[in-house]
């Protein structure tokens, strides 16, 4: 049984934005977003991610939370569903790549770092395509067989999302260091009352409705600035 202090650094090694998933090629459309003036400012970029990350656990963190209590119950058959309810809500194709490519790298680095026999089939059927093998879920698997707690799976994903967004901010729209920070802060505070209300939600309750965001990807797909892959 992992102790609490090992546990929680666990936790801090799989939501750091060092990771090495390929977090840092990804902006979730700010790129198109900041070159299109609609992100401009500190105000903007908070307006923005708090948008995406709705998005994101409406869709991602239902899925996920979904899969973690499968993966206690080997349930593979509803983590394989929830792998595609995830890749079924994304509009475009530079969101799927995203998912698939960091979920992929996800399930490599943790046979790595340990020989776990579930991420291993996953992973097995993700390099026969059997399964799309979002990153979601792989860090679904991940954490329930290494004695997390889905709050803290949760946590990783809402962090995560804020994260890739804020550090692509640094590289494309006008604020700084302390105001990135700033709006990490303020949106963190918030996961504990999101975790409430997905908590409860299954699959019948998966959305992905965020018109502007998806319209702002479809942009990044024929844009003009291409410092990251979406």
Known sequence: MTDEITRLMHLLEFSDSAFPVGTFSFSNGLETAAFEGIVHNAETLEQYTRTVLQQT??????????????????????????????ILCKMNTEARLMLTRMGKKMAEICMQISDNALMRQWLNDICKKIVPGTYPIAQAIWFQQNGSKEEELFAA????????????ALRCVKVSHYETQAILYRLCS???????????????????????????????????MRMFMN
């Open 57 to 86: 656990i409406y869709c991602d963190g239902i899925a996920a939370l979904q899969a973690f209590r499968a993966a206690g119950q080997n349930d593979y058959r509803m983590i394989r569903k929830a792998d595609h309810q995830v």
């Open 157 to 168: 994903i809402e962090y995560g999302t804020i994260n890739m967004i804020l550090n692509a």
């Open 190 to 224: 918030e996961t504990t009352a999101d975790y409430e209300i997905i908590r409860q939600m299954d699959f019948e309750d998966i959305r992905a409705f965020a018109p502007e965001v998806d319209i702002i990807a479809s942009l990044h797909e024929k844009g003009k």
